[in-house]
């Protein structure tokens, strides 16, 4: 399962990235607007910032078809051709996703609500689906479950798509769509860093270390680290 980071601030994906080897970056208009700074810009060094084999997903804000293609178009001339275009899934983005696909663009169908959204999506050509877990769960609906149908769908009919699940409020989300087999999940950063944390592990961590120092005071002169004394 691939895991990506869904936000737009250099110095968190930088440190991010500092402490484990993420799969990529997506960003939509929200995220960009939280920089308050050229989006085009913030792309640009996003890309450089990010290793050649991290995908980057930024999303178009045109609702027609063309005007969609257009912007895409635009996005990866000035970005980068390996950029995964995201785009909303409604009849014009599905028309434009059929398009894009047919020109070998990376597309990955966002703001999915729906199963049948996403099925409808990977059909046109998208790469990646994206259904928003948490926004569903706080419609009364199962965010996770609608995730795992579209994963289910997508190899039951052997297609060339992938859930790239988004819109997570904490790790156990996460956890139930890994154990699920979905292909790819990206969240914001704090939710990221509680994927490994754990208080208990902490703790372990301090008390082996206190009973090395104890050891190493009790017998002198032995030692395993090479600037132990
Ligand atoms: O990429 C979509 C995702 O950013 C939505 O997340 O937390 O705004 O529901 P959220």
Redesign the pocket.
């Known amino acids: 399962m691939l895991v990506l980071i869904?936000n737009a601030n250099l110095y968190e994906i930088e440190e991010l990235y500092n402490s484990y080897p993420y799969d990529g970056v997506?960003?939509?208009p929200?995220?960009l607007r939280n920089e308050h700074q050229d989006p085009l810009k913030l792309l640009k060094s996003i890309r450089e910032l990010l290793p050649s084999d991290s995908q980057l997903h930024a999303?178009v804000i045109s609702d027609t078809t063309e005007g969609i293609i257009e912007e895409a178009h635009f996005m990866l001339d000035a970005i980068s051709p390996d950029l995964f275009i995201?785009i909303p899934v409604s009849a014009e983005g599905l028309r434009a996703i059929h398009k894009l696909k047919q020109e070998g663009v990376n597309i990955t169908a966002?703001?999915i609500y729906t199963a049948m959204q996403a099925f409808m999506a990977g059909k046109a050509g998208a790469r990646y689906a994206?259904p928003?877990v948490?926004?569903l769960d706080n419609m009364g609906a199962d965010g996770v479950q609608v995730a795992t149908d579209i994963h289910n769908m997508f190899r039951v009919h052997n297609m060339e798509s992938d859930v790239l699940a988004?819109?997570?409020?904490n790790s156990q989300q996460i956890l139930e769509l890994c154990k699920n087999g979905v292909g790819a999940v990206?969240a914001?950063p704090d939710v990221l860093r509680q994927l490994i944390k754990h208080d208990a592990t902490f703790t372990a961590e301090e008390n082996f270390e206190k009973d090395y120092y104890s050891l190493i005071e009790e017998v002198k002169g032995i030692h395993l680290k090479r600037d132990d004394k």
Do not use: E, G, L, V
Not at 166 to 169: D, E, G, H, L, N
């Open positions: 869904d997506t960003t939509n929200t995220i999303q995201k966002t703001a994206a928003y948490n926004r988004a819109s997570f409020k990206t914001a």
